[in-house]
């Protein structure tokens, strides 16, 4: 099969007309998988015999109601799949098998979606590499010295190898995006609350949001026509209605972020392929102008407070009485201490006690009262450059992909890796990073677009219409040998 | 910044236990992370009301129905110790004479 010809449109196009069967791509996806896995470690869990047993249950009937009949789709491993390890990446979770199947996955399989395995991310979601995984680092397919970018670094050098057409990504400061923007694929971060959140694993509850990785627009768009709106079982979730926009790109006014532009930092060949871009548009005729977001520089702190503090709340309920882990101790106070500190890695170690520290008593008004006060000003920020413009565009990450290992004992270098996406999830807004161009390493850039809020369709036509002006055709070399 | 008491006090908030290297490498990492978000110190925040939820959002109750739910045996299955219906812990409080 051709690379190219892996998307959900062709798969399908390839099933109506019989020149393919879901088996025969099954056996392409854990061939590629058996082949490249060592390399790249997407993979924590492989469901080989659960994907062959559930493309046998897929009736030909059903391919017209299904919207992603007989797609293999990869799950990162945060989300519950019933009967089968869901470990966070972390010690602590090694040990847990889920009783139930998160919302967003069945919805997947209940459109005909073939699952093929869990995918790797930083322990508990928290990293920006990949290599904060208790288990193994994952490499990026295009450069296997480097990290695939995180947390969701499994899912989306999953499918930049093309393991898969699709997988899932959760995303609390820019996990889905940046990694999207690392590997040269595309990577989208609903609404806040389009996506139930049932049976992911709590990271920061007013910040995670779950979404699709896939190599072209229209897949993760299709993705999320299936998984998006209403579930009872998230008392957050909003009864988003999936509803395709088909308006022409120049109808868009585009708002280019001042602060995420000539800002240091910054990777002057990443500028220079968002100016490409800019060109690009300006030619087709749209309306682009700079907007200024003032407060965007708090960002980071803010998030990290916000963050941690909320994540030191949920990550409280891994305490070994219940499930995962458990080091037992002379009575309960000791097991709960040495559990969590055996069961925990650094970095979530480090951000639980940054969490505590802010939400303790004494520390509250100074640091975590304070970050939600400027939150709220971020939040007013975009509010005010909506009013002009339909979509906000800027880098995804200041840089392409890092080596393994450059930024691992610098937590804040590791941290300003995001920047750009963070302020996103503050204000629970709609982002997608699609690929642009290549940098002189022949490394993947990525760009970012922001919508309004709830307006996740129209962003999506717009990516879709820019990615086919762009025409970003890169693959990984390593594909050049299939 | 921040002392060797503080990150001892607050882990064991956390229900952590640290090694020693691990309260010094907290010690400097925290220092660093907390001084570069003394940043947020510069902005006028007077009158601006905390952003806690991205939207606004109202508790929802549900119909009061019974439903099917997880039966005891699947929600133990996960359990590192366990005894017929409960979670097995270690002994919780004190043993008193006669006992």
């Known amino acids: 099969m051709e690379t190219k010809k892996f998307t959900i449109g062709e798969l399908i196009k390839g099933y109506k007309n019989k020149s393919v069967s879901p088996r025969e791509v099954l056996d392409y996806v854990f061939n590629n998988i058996k082949l490249y896995q060592p390399k790249i470690n997407s993979f924590i869990t492989l469901m080989e015999e659960y994907a062959y047993k559930s493309v046998e249950s897929l009736s030909f009937d059903e391919i017209d109601s299904k919207p992603l009949w007989g797609i293999p789709v990869a799950i990162k491993d945060n989300m519950c799949v019933k009967g089968f390890k869901t470990t966070c990446s972390s010690k602590i979770l090694e040990p847990f098998t889920p009783i139930y199947t998160a919302t967003a996955v069945q919805r997947l399989i209940d459109a005909g979606a073939i699952v093929v395995g869990k995918t790797n991310l930083d322990e508990f979601a928290m990293g920006s590499s990949t290599e904060n995984s208790a288990f193994f680092t994952t490499s990026n397919p295009w450069d296997m010295d480097r990290v695939p970018g995180g947390s969701s670094g499994g899912s989306a050098s999953a499918v930049s190898a093309r393991f898969v057409p699709l997988a899932t990504g959760s995303d609390t400061g820019g996990s889905i995006r940046q990694p999207a923007s690392f590997c040269g694929v595309v990577g989208f971060k609903p609404t806040y609350g389009t996506v139930s959140r049932y049976g992911l694993v709590a990271f920061a509850s007013s910040l995670d949001q779950i979404g699709p990785f896939a190599t072209k627009v229209k897949d993760v768009e299709a993705a999320f026509s299936v998984i998006s709106g209403k579930d009872d079982m998230d008392s957050t979730s909003h009864p988003y209605k999936f509803s395709p926009v088909d308006k022409n790109i120049k109808e868009y006014k585009i708002g280019i972020i001042k602060e995420l532009y000539e800002t240091e930092g910054f990777d002057p060949e990443v500028l220079n392929s968002l100016k490409d871009v800019i060109k690009l548009l300006k030619e087709e005729g749209l309306k682009v102008d700079f907007c200024s977001l003032p407060h965007l520089e708090y960002s980071l702190p803010v998030y990290y407070l916000v963050a941690t503090s909320e994540a030191s709340s949920n990550l409280a309920r891994f305490d070994g009485v219940r499930y995962g882990l458990r080091v037992e101790g002379k009575d309960i106070i000791e097991t709960f201490l040495q559990t969590r500190g055996r069961g925990f890695g650094s970095e979530v170690k480090r951000r639980i006690m940054l969490g505590t520290y802010a939400l303790s008593s004494g520390y509250y008004d100074a640091y975590y009262l304070k970050a939600s006060k400027v939150r709220t000003l971020i939040v007013n920020d975009f509010e005010k450059a909506f009013e002009d413009y339909d979509c906000l565009i800027c880098p995804t990450s200041p840089t392409t992909a890092f080596k393994k290992g450059d930024k691992t004992n610098d937590p804040l270098s590791m941290y300003l890796s995001d920047i750009a996406t963070i302020p996103v999830n503050l204000a629970g807004l709609p982002g997608i990073s699609i690929p642009i161009g290549l940098d002189k390493k022949g490394l993947p850039i990525g760009l970012q677009i922001i919508g309004k809020p709830f307006k996740d369709n129209d962003i999506l036509n717009f990516a879709s219409k820019i990615e086919s002006i762009i025409n970003f055709e890169a693959e990984p070399s390593l594909l050049g040998g299939r | ?99």
Do not use: C, Q, W
């Open chain 2, 1 to 99: 910044m921040i002392d060797r008491e503080t990150i001892l006090h607050v882990a064991n908030l956390a229900r952590l236990e640290l090694k020693d290297d691990e309260v010094d490498k907290l010690k400097e990492d925290l220092g660093n992370i907390l001084n570069y978000f003394t940043t947020l110190n510069d902005v006028n925040t007077d009158d601006v009301a905390p952003t806690f939820h991205p939207f606004p959002i109202n508790n929802i109750f549900r119909e009061d129905i019974v439903k099917e739910s997880f039966s005891v045996d699947d929600i133990l299955s996960n359990a590192p110790s366990s005894v017929m219906t409960y979670f097995l812990v270690p002994r919780i409080v004190e043993e008193k004479n006669g006992n």
